[in-house]
């Protein structure tokens, strides 16, 4: 019996590790992750659920705590916002929006914000016979002083969470297993 958890447990981190993001280049002055996983769920559904922040980001990743205080308005200039208390936060904003086959937001998430980068983070949604592609990718750039290549490690595990949670929730209708 232990021989089956084991085994189980190499072949869940196997399918952890193919799913991560890949910090595809990075500089000092940038960095990019990209990421491409077949989610097994039509287009609609998965751009419906990406919109709907709120239900799968992970609360670690958030100014107030708790994530159930984002949203995110999937319109040209809407906000991916977080509010509670007094306090409000606008993580990025919206610039394309092409249901269900894309959207496009631009800032810099978390420290990110306080460093004077920017960045242009995209979903594209592709069907498949299996559901649909999800291409992920996400650019920052800043000034050679910004160091990005020693932060993009870090911004590539959040992400992966990210992108993880996102999968599980528009295929099993939790954020987490």
């Known amino acids: 019996m232990r021989s089956h958890a084991v085994a189980a447990a190499i072949l869940l981190s196997l399918c952890a590790f193919e799913a991560q993001a ?8 940038h960095f990019l992750i990209q990421d491409s996983r ?36 999937a319109d040209a200039g809407g906000c991916f916002c977080e509010r509670w208390d007094n306090q409000s936060v606008e993580h990025m904003r919206v610039i394309w929006v ?8 631009k800032g ?8 004077a980068v920017d960045g242009v983070m995209t979903f594209a949604l592709k069907p498949t016979a ?14 050679s002083h910004s160091n990005l290549d020693k932060i993009a ?9 990210q992108l993880q949670r996102l999968q599980h929730y528009v295929e099993s209708g939790k954020p987490a297993p």
């Open 98 to 105: 092409s249901p269900p086959k894309a959207l496009r937001l």
């Open 22 to 29: 890949e910090v595809k280049d990075a500089s000092a002055d």
């Open 38 to 73: 077949t989610i097994h769920a039509p287009p609609d559904k998965l751009y419906a659920a990406i919109t709907d922040v709120a239900h799968w980001w992970n609360s670690e990743h958030t100014y107030s705590g708790d994530a159930s205080h984002l949203s995110l308005k």
């Open 153 to 161: 490690p870090m911004a590539n595990e959040m992400l992966m969470d």
């Open 108 to 115: 810099a998430l978390g420290p990110l914000q306080s460093m």
């Open 130 to 143: 299996d559901g649909t592609t999800l291409q992920f990718e996400y650019r920052v750039n800043g000034s």
